[in-house]
């Protein structure tokens, strides 16, 4: 593009690119990269007296992982809201009704059952957060040398 007037470049840029609306820095711009390849960059400019000087960022990376979280969270907030929801239910019952023994013990049964079920999954998510936190500082990485472990998969293989 050396040499291409600025509507030349615009031009070029726009048949590769769709600009996306929203969650962009100031004065900044996501364009999502269609040709050659699926990219996401963010597009700024800076300007002084005798020239532009334009910047693109490749964000693709971040805007997946971006997505992801954006899933996991829906996911997860449904997950949670699913027993919570029973829990609810159960207990409002029980607080204004009368049952009997061992209908009530059935409630009960279905809260701890659903209890349980949130705890698991809030101890998955702190989980979750202390690995995403440590950034696999936890993991120890050595050389291991592979020609034992070749010849026990060779060696285990069933012939036929």
């Known amino acids: 593009m050396a040499g291409a007037s600025e509507d030349e470049y615009e031009e070029k840029l726009t048949a590769r690119c769709v600009r996306e609306a929203g969650a962009a820095a100031a004065g900044a711009q996501r364009l999502r990269l269609t040709a050659p390849e699926h990219r996401i960059l963010l597009h700024s400019a800076s300007e002084n007296d005798a020239n532009r000087i334009l910047y693109y960022r490749d964000i693709t990376r971040e805007a997946e992982v971006e997505r992801m979280k954006s899933e996991f969270l829906t996911t997860a907030a449904h997950e949670l809201r699913t027993p919570m929801v029973s829990i609810y239910g159960f207990t409002?019952?029980?607080?204004?009704?009368?049952?009997?023994?061992?209908?009530?013990?059935?409630?009960?049964?279905?809260?701890?059952?659903?209890?349980?079920?949130?705890?698991?999954?809030?101890?998955?998510?702190?989980?979750?957060?202390?690995?995403?936190?440590?950034?696999?500082?936890?993991?120890?990485?050595s050389a291991q040398p592979l020609a034992s472990l070749v010849q026990e998969v060779v060696n285990a293989e069933p012939a036929g």
Do not use: C, P, Y
Not at 93 to 101: E, V
Not at 107 to 133: F, G, S, W, Y
């Open 92 to 141: 409002e019952l029980m607080l204004h009704r009368r049952f009997d023994a061992d209908k009530q013990r059935q409630m009960l049964e279905t809260i701890h059952r659903q209890t349980r079920l949130l705890v698991d999954m809030v101890n998955e998510l702190l989980d979750l957060a202390r690995i995403e936190a440590r950034q696999g500082k936890d993991f120890r990485v």
